[in-house]
């Protein structure tokens, strides 16, 4: 866990990307990251499915810390209906990324604030991302350069897949993996954030 002085929550993700998005937010935090079974259940909706382990995640933190705020984040990318996880091997990342390949998906969080001794409040925030038309050649060397490896979609907005995004509607942030506007929504509604 990371102890930070003063911290308002903890962060149930182990997420570098969620945490720098926070830090450069300036809301102080620790980290103690979930493990909660992320496997969707037959004929869960996408939302449905990000919401429910956005919440599992924060609840199962909160178990371990009753007194203190707890934030749990769930992103999917999906497309045609179908969730694009974490992709297992590198044949999974590029069909992915074919499939982004010259349209429209989207990209939704939902996080989950979890109150000492309360049930959590989870909420979500949806982009539409468009990548223009990729070549064999850039998806082959995208995933050999192994960032999609550990990312919903099979790729990173922030990394090397920021140069694909013709167009984005929403908050960049949620394609990042935590929608900040939300998240300091949530904090100050709550009285954790002036």
């Given at each position: 866990?990371?102890?930070?002085?003063?911290?308002?929550l903890?962060l149930?993700?182990?997420?570098?990307r969620?945490?720098?998005?926070?830090?450069?937010?300036?809301?102080?935090?620790?980290?103690?990251?979930?493990?909660?079974?992320?496997e969707?259940?037959?004929?869960?909706?996408?939302?449905?499915?990000?919401?429910?382990?956005?919440?599992?995640k924060?609840?199962?933190?909160?178990?371990?810390?009753?007194?203190?705020w707890v934030?749990?984040?769930?992103?999917i990318?999906?497309?045609?209906?179908?969730?694009?996880g974490?992709?297992?091997n590198?044949?999974?990342?590029?069909r992915?990324?074919?499939?982004?390949?010259?349209?429209?998906?989207?990209?939704t969080?939902?996080?989950?604030?979890?109150?000492?001794?309360?049930?959590a409040?989870?909420?979500?925030?949806?982009?539409?991302?468009?990548?223009?038309?990729?070549?064999?050649?850039?998806?082959?060397?995208?995933?050999?350069?192994?960032?999609?490896?550990?990312?919903a979609?099979?790729?990173?907005?922030?990394?090397?897949?920021?140069?694909?995004?013709?167009?984005?509607?929403?908050?960049?942030?949620?394609?990042?993996?935590?929608p900040?506007?939300?998240?300091?929504?949530m904090?100050?509604?709550?009285?954790?954030?002036?």
């Open positions: 866990m990371l102890e930070t002085k003063n911290a308002i903890i149930a993700s182990s997420s570098p969620r945490q720098e998005l926070l830090r450069e937010a300036g809301i102080l935090f620790e980290v103690d990251p979930a493990r909660v079974n992320e969707l259940r037959a004929g869960e909706p996408p939302l449905i499915y990000a919401c429910r382990l956005a919440a599992e924060a609840q199962a933190v909160s178990r371990r810390h009753p007194q203190r934030l749990g984040a769930d992103t990318v999906v497309i045609d209906g179908e969730i694009l974490k992709p297992r590198a044949e999974e990342a590029e992915m990324l074919r499939l982004l390949s010259g349209r429209a998906h989207e990209v969080t939902a996080v989950s604030l979890a109150a000492p001794g309360q049930n409040e989870t909420r979500s925030r949806t982009t539409q991302v468009w990548f223009r038309t990729l070549s064999d050649d850039e998806i082959r060397n995208y995933v050999a350069g192994g960032e999609p490896m550990d990312k979609g099979a790729y990173a907005i922030q990394g090397g897949a920021a140069r694909w995004a013709d167009r984005i509607e929403g908050e960049y942030t949620n394609v990042v993996g935590l900040l506007t939300l998240v300091t929504e904090l100050r509604k709550n009285g954790l954030l002036k």
